[in-house]
């Protein structure tokens, strides 16, 4: 089986970073949801001393 890979990065916000749209995340989810997209993991980045500086989401899809 052949797959094809997304990746969105959302930035996080805020002085010490760590906060991040929720709702933002949860529109792309169920965008792709819809268009067969799964997803396979979702971490953060971190800029120093803990301080989030993004939020990375990947999803996957088969090939037909």
């Given at each position: 089986?052949?797959?094809e890979y997304k990746?969105?990065?959302?930035?996080a916000r805020g002085f010490a970073g760590g906060k991040f749209d929720e709702n933002q995340l949860d529109?792309?989810?169920?965008?792709l949801g819809s268009e067969g997209w799964e997803l396979v993991t979702g971490?953060?980045?971190?800029?120093n001393y803990g301080e989030t500086r993004d939020v990375v989401v990947i999803f996957k899809r088969?090939?037909?």
């Amino acid at each position: 089986m052949r797959w094809e890979y997304k990746t969105i990065k959302l930035a996080a916000r805020g002085f010490a970073g760590g906060k991040f749209d929720e709702n933002q995340l949860d529109t792309y989810m169920n965008q792709l949801g819809s268009e067969g997209w799964e997803l396979v993991t979702g971490f953060d980045t971190n800029k120093n001393y803990g301080e989030t500086r993004d939020v990375v989401v990947i999803f996957k899809r088969s090939l037909s």
